[in-house]
């Protein structure tokens, strides 16, 4: 089992940047593909991005396309999620998510094609 903890979260004006850890921990990093997703209150939980086992491959969605850059370090134990240009509708908590690599090579983008979660972190950008 992997444990995973999100830092970086804060206050950031609108066009502003901010970068996002996720440090893993418990087993091999390199086992996982991982994800970034986020929940505003009120909202359902919204894939934000994915990358496989070693950043060869990654997604992103509509919403953050062209804006976020996810990426990885495998020998770090740590994941990051660079957001710029960011925009008031940013604004909620952040989480990391794991699941183990053998099961397929697909970058999931729901909540159910992940094992492990972070606490979260909060992310809120003034207009």
């Known amino acids: 089992q992997v444990q995973l903890v999100e830092s970086g979260g804060g206050l950031v004006q609108a066009g502003g940047s901010l970068r996002l850890s996720c440090a893993a921990s418990?087993?091999?990093?390199?086992?996982?593909?991982m994800g970034w997703f986020r929940q505003a209150p009120g909202n359902e939980r919204e894939f934000v991005a994915a990358?496989?086992?070693?950043?060869?491959?990654?997604s992103y969605g509509n919403s953050v396309n062209g804006r976020f850059t996810i990426s990885r370090d495998n020998a770090k134990n740590t994941m990051w999620l660079q957001m710029n240009s960011m925009k008031p509708g940013d604004t909620a908590v952040y989480y990391c998510?794991?699941?183990?690599?053998?099961?397929?090579?697909?970058?999931?983008?729901?909540?159910?094609?992940?094992?492990?979660w972070g606490q979260g972190t909060q992310v809120t950008v003034s207009s």
């Open positions: 998510a794991a699941r183990g690599s053998s099961q397929s090579s697909d970058l999931r983008t729901t909540t159910a094609g992940y094992d492990y």
């Open positions: 418990g087993r091999t990093f390199s086992d996982y593909f």
């Open positions: 990358i496989d086992w070693n950043g060869g491959r990654t």
